[in-house]
């Protein structure tokens, strides 16, 4: 399909913040995109997890394969849609890159613990990898991807006003916003609205699949749960002698297969209506033009509950999320009192113990931890001495 001409342009980015001669076999945002896969917190998303720590299981949903499978919901909608699937793919494999080792309950300790030097929010923190934390390059810090992919990173969950929740906006975002304007008052482009809800896509319905063959709730008690119980019915009927592992992986293919229906069909009907002529018409239109339907919106939001209550909250994952925060709390207190224990390359960027600057390099640290290594690491240090 040709570009609508609402998508982003490759050769109308408004560029990088270090200029670079353009590539001459890939547009500006396939490179962002390979830069990004070639990154080392990248490759770490290997080892990081959605909710079951990375020991539990071999085939539960890390970071990386959530992100994997965010690219291909992402790249399948811009494809239907006439928008940029390499941006899109671009987005959804960068969006995860600031999480914490642990999960949300790992990010929730460290910014429990930060509080005191500005919090830590994780899409900041992707910023502040894409911008400052990788140093591969021999020009400048960071991957210096365009303006583009960075806006999307930065508010592909919409505008982002000076206060958000009563509380100042990271300042991983103020800092770089300061010499490169982001606009993060204005909606994103349109393949980062498509990230954004390829991500809600794909983490739902992948926590069901998760719970599920993690024993955390039964098949049946998703009777009521709208659309998902409805599709476990028909399934059922259909296929009266299915084993339950088949069962679930079809119910899943379905359902995923039914929200992404939805969103191009409502996403669609919001851009006929809008009758936008340019990717800055998108970000200055007052609503988001990617949105589910009214009802499925509603479906999501039970959907989420269900999960929230049997799954996020069942005592399996609040002991592994109790043993999270502790792990991270403790490594955060000892390298804060001591940065002295930090490895060579990192103690090099401390200013001293509990100020401030040093409490940030701990927290980039830690953030940067895969799972094993944040036990590895919590082990050294707390753990029995050897004989």
């Excluded at 390979?34 to 071999?58: C, M, P, W």
């Excluded at 079809?250 to 995923?256: D, G, S």
């Excluded at 925060?325 to 103690?347: G, K, N, T, Y």
């Amino acid at each position: 399909m040709a570009p609508m001409p609402y998508a982003s342009q490759p050769e109308q980015s408004r560029g990088r913040l270090h200029p670079e001669p353009e590539s001459a076999t890939r547009s500006a945002f396939q490179r962002d995109r390979d830069r990004i896969i070639h990154s080392a917190a990248f490759r770490r998303l290997e080892y990081k997890t959605q909710v079951f720590v990375y020991h539990e299981g071999d085939y539960f949903r890390t970071r990386l394969t959530h992100s994997l499978e965010t690219a291909q919901i992402a790249r399948s909608v811009c494809r239907v849609l006439g928008l940029d699937e390499d941006l899109a793919e671009a987005l959804a494999l960068a969006h995860d890159l600031g999480h914490t080792p642990f999960g949300h309950a790992g990010e929730d300790a460290l910014d429990e613990a930060m509080r005191p030097y500005g919090g830590f929010d994780h899409n900041a923190q992707t910023l502040r990898i894409l911008t400052k934390l990788e140093q591969r390059y021999a020009g400048f810090d960071g991957l210096n991807l365009t303006w583009e992919t960075l806006e999307g990173v930065a508010k592909h969950n919409g505008p982002l006003l000076p206060t958000r929740d009563g509380k100042p906006l990271p300042g991983a975002l103020t800092e770089y916003v300061a010499r490169h304007d982001l606009e993060l008052d204005t909606h994103p482009g349109p393949e980062a609205q498509v990230a954004a809800l390829a991500d809600d896509i794909a983490y739902n319905n992948h926590d069901v699949d998760d719970g599920l063959r993690a024993g955390l709730f039964p098949v049946a008690d998703l009777r009521d749960v709208p659309l998902v119980g409805p599709i476990f019915a028909e399934i059922e009927r259909e296929h009266p002698r299915l084993d339950e592992s088949r069962l679930i992986h079809e119910a899943v293919r379905r359902m995923i297969g039914a929200m992404v229906e939805d969103l191009i069909a409502e996403s669609q009907r919001r851009l006929s209506r809008a009758q936008l002529t340019s990717v800055e018409a998108v970000r200055r239109h007052g609503s988001p033009v990617i949105a589910f339907s009214e009802a499925m919106s509603a479906h999501d939001r039970a959907l989420k509950a269900f999960l929230y209550e049997r799954m996020y909250r069942h005592y399996k994952v609040n002991r592994m999320a109790s043993r999270a925060r502790r792990v991270v709390r403790e490594l955060f207190a000892l390298f804060l009192d001591e940065p002295e224990c930090l490895p060579s390359e990192w103690q090099g960027r401390c200013q001293g113990r509990r100020e401030p600057a040093t409490a940030r390099v701990v927290a980039d640290y830690i953030a940067g931890m895969t799972d094993r290594y944040a036990f590895r690491e919590h082990h050294r240090l707390f753990g029995p001495p050897e004989s």
